[in-house]
């Protein structure tokens, strides 16, 4: 026996989620929870994950239109349909072998075609700081709002194929499109510790009672067992032994301090930045009600960009996605069913330190290091 339950399409077009995340609706079947601590990736593309019975969040198995659509390091569900795309999800546990590979839950996605009537639809949902009230912490503080932009859009039509005095499809060929996109920009707040510039030029002497050592003075002392270094004068370094190439290092690739202070002296206030495009076209023709084919491609492009501590590097996710599915069904009789099934998923997560003062090269050339000898 199977437990599991179905999302219709009435329950998608009906129901409010937070930031239209189809996997949100899971957490509608019994046994489930979004509570948990297992490794994810891809999840910035708009879909959560979820234990099922139990079991890890990533052991579930995500497919659209029966085409595998997993992300298979880290497990996370691949590409992320809008609601307006999905006719229905059915969520099911303790399975045949025919699904295999994941303990938790099979999660399979119906994408809509066309119908014999046109229809069509369009929105976009705003969320912006100005119609926010300021977080109760920061209004303590006497601080502004956080800085907070997203746009969430999307078009969606279908019906059949009609060419007038060519081609009459209305009860043969059907087709449907879905297209969605998503902004959004999040303020933040990054405290960091970097070197003033005294230290820079090798002053130390704002360490107090910390002693600096040179290392090239180390003798043995008669124990046999320590060395013994000579401590720099006033924790001040010689000019002599800096090197050229890491004083570059520094005036390239470290900022200079912007708050008062050895720790906690620099601010970084550049925010997160969130970028989704995905669109699904989905065909369907009937040469008669026992022989049917169909096809369906999806495509997303998703990137994420997360500052750090350090203006100048920044961390870029990128989720892209391209799935495809054709197939064939013939019903030879009540009883008898073929159907012959193509699909390939092809994901796609660099994730890239990107680096927006040098490139590697004109670095290397600039500080005189030299490789590979």
Known sequence: ANVGGTVTGTELSRLPVNGRNYTRLILLMPGTSDQGGSQSNGTFSGTQMISVNGQRRQDNNFTVDGVDN???MMNSPGMSPSMDAIQEFRV???TSAEFGRSSGSNVNLVIKSGTRNLHGSAY???RND??????FFANRNNTGKVPFRQNQYGVAIGGPVVIPKIYHGRDKTFVGFNGVGFRAR??????SSYPIQAQRNGDFSSLGSKTLYNPFTGVLAADGKTVIRQPFVNNQ????LISPAMTYFLDTMVPLPNRAGLTSNFVNTQGSANDRDAINIRGDHNFKSSNTVSFRYSRQRVGQSQPNGNPYLSQLSRFDVDN????????????SVLEVKYGRNVPLLPQPTTNSKIQRKDFLAKSGITMFI
């Open 70 to 72: 997993n992300f298979m």
């Open 124 to 126: 976009e949902y705003l």
């Open 92 to 94: 099911l546990d303790n």
């Open 237 to 240: 370094i010689p000019s002599s």
């Open 130 to 135: 100005k119609f926010d009230a300021n977080d």
């Open 186 to 191: 999040r303020g933040q707040t990054i405290l």
């Open 324 to 335: 495809y599915m054709a197939s064939w069904t013939h019903i030879f009789s009540p009883t």
